[in-house]
């Protein structure tokens, strides 16, 4: 595994699933399991959650010790629904999703490359999917990368529009990262693409 990132994925890799994809599960509800997209799987806990919950999971992870990590971890039985992507998310092929997470990902797309990310991402969700994400705010401490993107709460009501809010909740306040202390400021939502209609009756 690439010395990077390997000890940090295994040292994080007895975590459990974060609470937006537990979110984003609760706005999919009794739906039958379809096809997600885990951007930026790092360790792979959400796509073996997902993978668990019956998903068709596509895991996109630029680092090599992330594919090594899913595929040393993943059940036998739920690999036939497994496809690892070891690219950049800007360079991920994203088609036809009914799940789309993203947990503090996308704002590792650098500047130049983020519209388009985002308007592939919007592009490949079907009616009815589901969008979990994080996006970093100008107040964050690492806002002075200019080889990340940050938006303000403007600009991410503008990247959302047409999409049904389901949650929307901003963050600014110090705390810790794996590198120690920062000001955390980040926009974490879940949303909805129309076009879904809940069957009423049996």
């Known amino acids: 595994m690439d010395a990077d990132w ?22 999919w509800g009794d739906r039958p399991a379809g096809a997600a997209v885990d ?3 790092g360790d792979g806990t959400e796509t073996l959650a997902l993978l668990a919950g019956g998903w068709s999971v596509t895991a996109v992870d630029s680092s090599p010790a992330s594919a090594e ?16 992507q070891t690219v950049a998310i800007e360079a991920a092929t994203l088609t036809d999703i009914d ?17 388009a990310v985002w ?8 009616p009815g ?4 994400a994080n996006l970093f705010g100008p107040n964050d401490t690492w806002a002075t990368d ?6 303000d709460r403007s600009v991410v009501a503008g990247l959302l529009e047409g999409l049904e809010m389901l949650e929307f909740e ?5 705390g810790v990262a794996a590198s120690g202390p920062k000001h955390w400021h980040f926009f974490e939502f879940v949303a909805r693409r129309p076009g879904y209609t809940k069957r009423r009756g049996p």
């Not at 990590?69 to 690892?84: F, G, K, N, S, V």
């Not at 799940?99 to 519209?115: E, K």
């Not at 200019?146 to 938006?151: L, Y």
């Open 39 to 41: 951007l930026g799987c």
């Open 146 to 151: 200019t080889d990340m993107t940050f938006h």
């Open 99 to 115: 799940l789309a997470y993203a947990g503090y990902s996308l704002p590792f797309v650098p500047p130049h490359a983020f519209p």
């Open 69 to 84: 990590l899913i595929r040393e971890r993943a059940d036998a039985t739920h690999r036939p629904r497994l496809e690892i």
């Open 170 to 174: 901003e963050t600014d306040e110090d």
């Open 6 to 27: 390997s000890d940090y994925y295994r040292k994080i890799s007895g975590r459990p699933p974060r609470p937006l994809l537990a979110k984003a599960l609760t706005v």
């Open 129 to 132: 999917a589901v969008l979990a």
């Open 119 to 126: 308007s592939r991402i919007r592009a490949s969700l079907r």
